[in-house]
């Protein structure tokens, strides 16, 4: 049996197959999905809910610290035994936040990675048009950030 993933995927190919290749909205695809029987909701674990829904609030939860940074409060570190452990920033242990750290780093890395991969296959696959060009470096972008958001590292201890 094809895992629910591979499910999803299969019924994104035969919208695109039995209905348009376009770009769509994923909504669409449900409403064609459901109208045709090829989906229906999966029964729901409460525990499991519950903790996706906490670490979404959670996720969005941020503070303002004296230099006016605007800063994410609660950092989640994936342990392959426990899945995630939660903490504030400011009262976890160093450990974990260095944890947390390095975790979405190799997440940037990752997600750079592939975007380069899909970069170089679009561009090898359309070779007499426009090359699209990526740029890995984000300083400037952060440094715009920055600025925009009125941070000063000048004045930061």
Known sequence: MASYPQQMQDIF????EEV???PVDLKVVGAWAIANRLWHPRPIDIQSRFARDMADALREEYRIDKS???YRS????TDG????LWGDIDTSPRKHVEKNVAQRRKQVVGDCYQLQIDVDHYNENHPDGEQLRLILDFSDDVAE????DGIDDSKAA
Do not use: P
């Open 13 to 16: 190919k035969k919208y695109q």
């Open 20 to 22: 348009s290749a376009d």
């Open 68 to 70: 006016g940074r605007r």
């Open 74 to 77: 609660k950092l989640a570190v």
């Open 81 to 84: 035994r426990q899945g995630s």
């Open 145 to 148: 950030r920055k600025i925009a």
